[in-house]
Every structure is written in C-alpha cells, then in structure tokens.
C-alpha cells in the first residue's frame, strides 16, 4: 500500500513510518538532553521535578500536534512549574531515593526482611511518580491532591500501572545492556513512553466514567 505526497509522487508506507519513527527518536534525544541541562539548571535537586513536568508537557503537546519552539517553550516551562512541581514531585522523588538506598543497603547486609519490605514500598513509591507524571501534565487539580490522585488511579487500573512500570523497567534494562545509551536516550525515552501510556490511560479512564455516568475519579 502507498500513499500519494505531495508533490504527486508516492512515497511507501516503510518510508512513513520509519520517518515517524525517526522523527520521535530525535524527540527522545531532544528530551533527554533538556531534562539533563535544566535538571543542573535547578542544582540537581530543586531542577529535577520542573524540568521532569516540562518534559511530559511539552510530550502532551507534541502528540496533540501543537507546533512550538522546543528550547524556549522548555526553558518557559520549566521557569513557570518551579515551585509547583517541586511541591508536587519532589517529596515523590525523595521517598523513592531514600526507599531505593535502604534497599541496597539492606539487601548488601543479608537483611532480608526489611530489603524485601523496602522493595515493597520502593516499588509502590516508584509506580506512583511513574502515574504522577503524566497526571499532573493533564489534569489541573489542587497541589495537595496529585500524589493521593495518582496512588488511586494505579490501585483502581492496575493493569495500566504494571504497563507503566514494565515500560519503565525494560528501558532501564536495555541501558544496563547498552551504558553507551544513559546520557543519551535513557531519561527521555522513560519520560516519552511515560507521559504517552499515562495520557492514553487517563482519557480512557475518563471515557469511561463519562459512560458510567460517575464523578470523575480524581
């Protein structure tokens, strides 16, 4: 099957699609390397959450098709998120590290109750930053709701939070393989493939309480 361009020739549909893919591949990049300069921008610590937000909106705004200069519609961004993405993701961020240290530490002296606990919580802290992203990138809720909105919606579509996590996993596998991939691909590509499953389940989410007739489950 071929589809007609624009200048009357056809062009395969390989060719379309290994452009688009092309096309998001440079995306990745470009994400990654954004959240990398503006990540530092912030000292590490207070640039993570911001530049993190700014990457998944401005990856909401691509995949709706909105056209926009991607260095200065980031840096804008991340400026006007700072502080509420900070409050927002950043107590995320540090109960995960902190989970993700006692973790190692446990499991490196043969503790193995208290490794198997704090892999537990890791797990539980991690799926929701993965769902809390893209939920505070769609939806406009009250600061002090997003984290419990998010544990919610992974408890109520567990199937979707396990695709998250999957997703999240099978990258940073891939990077273990291929280091080479880190400063590169890494980041971007789990903030991407983030922000595009956690929006492809919001709406159906939302879909299907209008059906339902029920409030809206956040």
């Given at each position: 099957?071929?589809?007609?361009?624009?200048?009357?020739?056809?062009?395969?549909?390989?060719?379309?699609?290994?452009?688009?893919?092309?096309?998001?591949?440079?995306?990745?990049?470009?994400?990654n390397l954004a959240w990398l300069a503006f990540t530092l921008l912030g000292g590490v610590v207070f640039g993570v959450a911001p530049a993190t937000?700014?990457?998944?909106?401005?990856?909401?705004?691509?995949?709706?098709?909105?056209?926009?200069?991607?260095?200065?519609?980031?840096?804008?961004?991340?400026?006007?998120?700072?502080?509420?993405?900070?409050?927002?993701?950043?107590?995320?961020?540090?109960?995960?590290?902190?989970?993700?240290?006692?973790?190692?530490?446990?499991?490196?002296?043969?503790?193995?109750?208290?490794?198997?606990?704090?892999?537990?919580?890791?797990?539980?802290?991690?799926?929701?930053?993965?769902?809390?992203?893209?939920?505070?990138?769609?939806?406009?809720?009250?600061?002090?709701?997003?984290?419990?909105?998010?544990l919610r919606f992974a408890v109520a579509n567990p199937a979707a939070a396990l695709l998250l996590a999957v997703t999240t996993v099978l990258i940073?596998?891939?990077?273990?393989?291929?280091?080479?991939?880190?400063?590169?691909?890494?980041?971007?590509?789990?903030?991407?493939?983030?922000?595009a499953l956690g929006l492809a389940f919001f709406r159906t989410n939302d879909r299907r309480v209008l059906e339902r007739g029920d409030p809206p489950?956040?």
């Amino acid at each position: 099957m071929a589809t007609m361009s624009t200048s009357g020739t056809t062009a395969p549909t390989w060719a379309l699609r290994a452009h688009q893919v092309t096309d998001w591949v440079l995306w990745i990049m470009a994400v990654n390397l954004a959240w990398l300069a503006f990540t530092l921008l912030g000292g590490v610590v207070f640039g993570v959450a911001p530049a993190t937000i700014a990457a998944a909106v401005l990856t909401r705004r691509r995949l709706a098709g909105d056209g926009f200069r991607f260095v200065s519609e980031f840096s804008s961004t991340w400026r006007r998120e700072f502080l509420r993405a900070n409050l927002v993701l950043l107590p995320v961020f540090a109960v995960a590290v902190l989970l993700g240290v006692n973790l190692a530490s446990f499991a490196r002296l043969g503790m193995h109750l208290p490794a198997i606990l704090s892999g537990v919580a890791f797990t539980i802290v991690a799926v929701v930053a993965l769902v809390l992203v893209p939920l505070y990138a769609h939806y406009d809720l009250p600061l002090r709701r997003y984290a419990t909105t998010a544990l919610r919606f992974a408890v109520a579509n567990p199937a979707a939070a396990l695709l998250l996590a999957v997703t999240t996993v099978l990258i940073v596998g891939v990077t273990t393989v291929l280091p080479g991939l880190l400063p590169f691909v890494t980041v971007g590509a789990v903030l991407v493939s983030d922000t595009a499953l956690g929006l492809a389940f919001f709406r159906t989410n939302d879909r299907r309480v209008l059906e339902r007739g029920d409030p809206p489950d956040r």
